[in-house]
């Protein structure tokens, strides 16, 4: 096969063989015909003539032969019929075809849903024109920069263009009556430009646009009930009117990607907004080559706008804005390494399903030995036969990806259109690709391989003798074959990734019931988002907070409010800092901080240990105080009192602790011993978003909205939302819950897959054992005896893989610790029994059957055999 | 490649002496036999049946056209023609088998 062109006139061939073949036929007729009449002319008889035209023309037999040979493809030829046979060979054994097909289904359609996520999530490239040519850049390594910074640069013009943008922002839509709270992409005015998003409907922001807007597809369909005449709209964001004048198309993808999916796109206002970088290289300029240039630029940056920390010309970064340097430069790392043993997890899925194929396969080509016995005898070459056996795997794995790319897509629509209950808006948009097609194929073959190499070689290597005989039950009285070698690696497999699912549902239900520390059932959260420009003075932002809580205590059944600008275990606020206690011992303090309001312990239900709460007096005119967590208070007074000792930190401030509160979760469940300060809400600088919290020893249904109500008549341009305590910690919970999950699932899979593997290797056994339990029986063994026999067999399986997974799994699971909640152990003693006991139970299941039908073996029937 | 069936022959001449006997224009296959026995003074036996493996050859590797007309005798036959490509392999091959006769002729002069 010399060129690509030549193989397609042979397949083209290979389509139109009929008719090329009766083509020759004429061709040949027509040769010897006119030869014929040639000799005809010279005076032969038309008899002699045909006879002589034939003898020169030479055996049509091989002419034929060969020139047929010209167009063959043969390894095409024989692979597709070897599928023909592999076909028909399998559509007579319609049981063995579909639990094979099913087991590969299983683990392919788990494999690739993982895959197609992990592909989403980590390495989805961004709705824009060529993103190969566009770059995030960071100066002194800042991730932002402000407006002024980011102008400089623009004008700059080493790039073919340069946006900004601030990804996590919000903005309160006044919607009538409602106000709302708006995820939003704030943008320079040139990001569509530079970056070249498609609009589905309507046009992008333009330069120099201020009030205008791009809304998504999802919240064009959702908030905007798909109104064809949404372009045109106004809508008031933050107190100013915008005009919408595009909508993304359904699966757009932003620049920060993560699934991350904001409702708008709305041009930067504020001038002291800090934005990110991102350009667009010229056409031929490398990333390394746009160093030189930057460099410049920020050199020239240090001299108008000098800084007194940093200097822009230091740690300049340029990084591509998809896959593995994105990840890298984001520190996502963690996170890779957490979709890289997903990966692993569901491969270990695949190759349980693989070795119940494999030893299906097994126990079918110890059945047809006879059949290959006599091929090989006849003189089948063996490398053929492997092919032909290879070509049934071939065939089962094709059919088994493509029932498991049906579950994909299903799978995948469904984590598509998942909701998930999350602070940041989140939305994948999964869609088979390339990448898929190229992961199914290279799995396909793989699997076809795994489960079909072994069994192929093996069957093929019989002893010609023997399997002519039909001895074929010999080789199986062996007690470790091959087959129980795999049904011991499946169950021991299984048993890993059920003590990893039962570890993480476990630690699901501890998480849940776990006492935080604070009151998670009689507390309500209403977060208030202010729009900044309505509060320039923090004085202001006090004031509305002062009036608020006033006007929450008023609600009926309201026991007592309070705010805080942190709600544990919803986000948090780290400080590493060198202090002096009283002013002579210097420490560094690595702390969670929280500034809270009056009441704040009471409406928590978080004790005071020692002194006293935040009171109302605790103004910011007021000597500063702070209260410590016992740890914190341990760590740095041991066992004596720190009331009224004074912290002092670096920049002036001093504080004097007034109070010591219980120890409590800050940001994780996880966490332990976490060290933490509270100091007063009126003496720290306050933000636009607020979060208040209401104590009441019930809610009413009304409550919630009572709250909502009362915040939105204060300011009806505060974006409020009202909810339990309980439900504002499905963050917290959302690791125990998605590794429960996925753990679970995939252990429930795992255990599913393997069973079905004892199952058959079990059945299998008995009925390659049936004269020997015939001839027991008709000697007088007892049924129990039977009984024994089988059920040993299963036991030695199951025991054998069980001590195996164990093994691996108290090793494989230590580094699982890191997310499960303290006082749950990797090597928990309940996650284990329960495997065990799991496991037992799913052995005896599958062993029921067939020792059932070891009891009903007839032994007139089964000595017949002979 | 398999050998062809002809041992008088040299391997590979006989598609030569097929592209450059379809030089000239289109032939139909039995024509194509009887020029290359004629021209070469009944000295090269080809067995007229070798003549259509070869043929099918060619065409797969594309330097031969084939398509349906009538014969000189009335009858439909199948006419082959040289494409570009046979154009172009005519002349290497006709070049390389004149180095390999000088070389022959060479060495059976010398030695």
Redesign the interface.
């Known amino acids: 096969m010399h060129s690509l062109k030549e193989f397609f006139r042979r397949l083209l061939y290979l389509g139109r063989r009929e008719n090329l073949d009766s083509m020759l036929d004429q061709e040949v007729e027509f040769h010897i015909e006119s030869r014929a009449e040639e000799l005809q002319q010279q005076g032969l008889s038309r008899a002699q003539a045909m006879i002589q035209a034939r003898r020169e023309f030479g055996p049509q037999a091989r002419m034929r032969e060969e020139s047929r040979g010209a167009w063959e493809i043969r390894w095409l030829e024989e692979l597709l019929s070897d599928l023909r046979y592999a076909f028909r060979a399998l559509r007579k054994s319609p049981g063995f075809a579909l639990a094979a097909i099913l087991s590969l289904a299983l683990g392919i359609g788990a494999n690739t849903t993982i895959f197609s996520l992990t592909m989403e999530f980590l390495f989805s490239v961004p709705s824009a024109g060529q993103p190969e040519r566009l770059i995030s850049i960071r100066l002194a390594g800042n991730s932002h920069s402000q407006m002024k910074i980011y102008r400089f640069v623009r004008d700059a013009h080493i790039f073919a263009g340069l946006a900004g943008s601030f990804e996590e922002h919000s903005v309160n839509w006044r919607n009538g009556e409602e106000t709302a709270q708006l995820p939003v992409y704030w943008v320079t005015d040139n990001y569509f430009e530079v970056l070249g998003i498609p609009v589905a409907i309507g046009r992008p922001i333009q330069a120099g646009e201020r009030n205008v807007a791009v809304v998504s597809f999802n919240f064009w369909q959702t908030r905007l009930s798909a109104d064809p005449g949404a372009i045109g709209r106004t809508m008031i964001l933050d107190g100013e009117p915008h005009t919408i004048v595009g909508i993304l198309p359904r699966d757009h993808r932003t620049l920060l990607g993560f699934g991350f999916a904001p409702s708008l796109y709305v041009p930067v206002r504020n001038e002291n907004a800090y934005v990110a970088f991102v350009a667009r290289l010229p056409e031929g300029m490398t990333r390394q080559a746009a160093f030189g240039p930057l460099k410049r630029v920020a050199q020239d940056l240090d001299r108008v706008f000098p800084e007194r920390d940093f200097r822009y010309q230091d740690d300049l970064q340029i990084d591509a804005v998809a896959g593995m340097e994105r990840l890298k430069s984001l520190n996502m790392i963690p996170f890779t390494a957490f979709f890289a043993v997903l990966m692993v997890v569901v491969g270990l899925v695949l190759m349980i399903a693989c070795a119940n194929v494999a030893s299906l396969l097994l126990a079918r080509a110890s059945s047809r030995r006879q059949e290959l016995g006599i091929r090989l005898a006849i003189g089948a070459g063996r490398g053929r036969l492997v092919r032909q056996l290879l070509s049934e795997s071939l065939l089962l794995a094709v059919l088994g990806t493509l029932s498991g790319l049906l579950l994909n897509f299903w799978l995948t629509s469904l984590i598509s259109r998942i909701q998930l209950p999350l602070p940041l808006p989140f939305q994948l948009h999964i869609a088979p690709d390339w990448r898929l097609i190229a992961y199914s194929a290279a799995l396909a073959f793989a699997s076809a391989l795994f489960c079909g190499l072994f069994p192929a070689l093996k069957a093929t290597r019989a002893d010609l003798n023997s399997a002519l005989k039909r001895e074929d039950f010999q080789d199986n009285q062996r007690r470790w074959n091959m087959r129980n070698a795999l049904v011991v690696a499946q169950l021991a497999t299984s048993t890993l990734l059920l003590a990893a699912g039962l570890l993480f549902l476990q630690n699901l239900s501890r998480s849940t019931s776990m006492n935080p520390g604070f009151d998670v059932d009689h507390t309500l959260v209403a977060t208030a988002r202010l729009v900044p420009a309505n509060y320039p003075t923090p004085e202001k932002t006090q004031a509305f907070v002062t009036s608020a809580l006033d006007s929450l205590r008023a609600i009926p059944g309201v026991q007592a409010a309070s705010i805080a600008h942190v709600v544990p275990l919803n986000g948090q606020q780290t400080n590493g800092i060198g202090i002096k206690i009283d002013g002579v011992r210097a420490v560094h303090v690595q702390y969670k901080n929280n500034n809270v309001g009056p009441d704040y312990f009471r409406v928590m239900g978080i004790p005071i240990l020692a002194g006293r709460e935040f009171s109302p007096s605790d103004r910011a005119s007021a000597p500063h105080v702070a209260i410590l967590n016992e740890n914190f208070a341990r760590q740095l007074f041991g066992n004596a009192s720190p009331i009224g000792h004074r912290l002092d930190f670096p920049y002036g401030e001093s504080l004097t602790i007034v109070g010591v509160a219980r120890n409590s979760k800050y940001f994780t469940l996880g966490e332990v011993n976490a060290v933490a300060l509270y100091v007063p809400f009126a003496q720290a600088p306050a933000g636009e978003n607020l979060s208040f919290l209401i104590r009441a020893a019930e809610f009413p249904p009304g409550l919630v909205k009572d709250v909502t109500k009362t915040l939105g008549e204060l300011d009806q341009t505060a974006a409020v939302d009202t909810k339990p305590m309980r439900d504002a910690l499905v963050l917290a919970l959302l690791p125990s819950r998605a590794g429960a999950a996925i753990f679970g699932s995939m252990g429930v899979l795992g255990l599913l897959l393997a069973s079905v593997g004892l199952y058959g290797v079990l059945a299998y056994t008995i009925s390659r054992r049936i004269r020997e339990i015939g001839l027991r029986m008709a000697l007088g063994a007892e049924p129990r005896a039977v009984l024994r026999m089988v059920f040993r067999d299963s036991f030695l399986l199951v025991a054998s893989g069980l001590a195996i997974g164990l093994g691996i799994a108290i090793v494989v699971t230590r580094p699982l610790s890191m997310f499960l909640v303290p006082g749950l152990s990797p090597t928990d003693p309940v996650t284990y029994f329960s495997v065990i006991a799991l496991l037992a139970t799913v052995a005896i299941a599958a062993t029921v059957g067939p020792a059932l039908r070891a009891l009903r073996v007839d032994p007139m029937v089964a000595l017949r055999y002979e | 490649m398999?050998p062809l069936?002809s041992p008088e022959l040299l391997p590979g001449t006989l598609y030569l002496l097929v592209l450059r006997t379809l030089a000239r224009g289109p032939l139909?296959?039995?024509a194509i036999?009887r020029r290359i026995k004629e021209h070469s003074a009944e000295t090269l036996q080809i067995?007229?049946?070798?003549l259509?493996?070869a043929?099918?050859?060619m065409?797969?590797?594309?330097w031969l056209a084939a398509e349906w007309g009538i014969?000189e005798?009335n009858?439909?036959?199948?006419f082959y023609r040289l494409t570009a490509l046979g154009k172009k392999q005519l002349d290497t091959e006709a070049k390389e088998f004149d180095k390999l006769i000088q070389a022959i002729q060479l060495v059976m002069k010398t030695v």
């Open positions: 398999p069936n139909h296959g039995y036999a067995e007229d049946g070798s259509y493996p043929l099918n050859r065409l797969v590797k594309g014969s005798n009858r439909k036959a199948r």
